[in-house]
């Protein structure tokens, strides 16, 4: 997969076989992982003590109508931290075109939701 990474143009910053990390077009550090026929990609936000995290905050990052296209947010415990990851994924079928496609369209919209996604988080920084 990383020829097709580097094909589209983005750099690759790490290589580990089946996780690797790349640099958006804005930048943004965006961790892959291929399992099986998923590429999941990964922008660890940050990290706060997990009493930071109040209930307004945690719906603000469940509703639907919360300006994420397709990405969610998750959150990771880590000891009394909570990581906050932003997620998404796209299904491969034969590393054509067509995945070629469905790849950069779900690393563009990643890149995106970033943006929305450390608006909602604002409160946390």
């Known amino acids: ?24 077009s804005s930048g943004v550090r965006i961790i892959c992982a291929v399992e099986e026929d998923i590429l999941n990609v990964t922008v660890p936000l940050i990290s706060v003590p997990i009493s930071k995290i109040t209930h307004e905050i945690a719906m603000n990052m469940l509703w639907s109508e919360n300006g994420l296209s397709t990405s969610h947010l998750e959150l990771v415990r880590s000891g009394d931290n909570a990581r906050v990851i932003l997620m998404n994924y796209c299904k491969l079928q034969e590393l054509g075109d067509d995945d070629l496609d469905d790849i950069e369209t779900a690393i563009e919209f990643i890149e995106l939701d970033v943006i929305k996604a450390r608006q909602i988080l604002s409160d946390l920084a």
């Open 1 to 24: 997969l990383n020829p097709f990474q580097a094909g589209l143009g983005y750099e690759i910053l790490k290589d580990a076989d089946d996780v690797f990390t790349i640099a958006g």
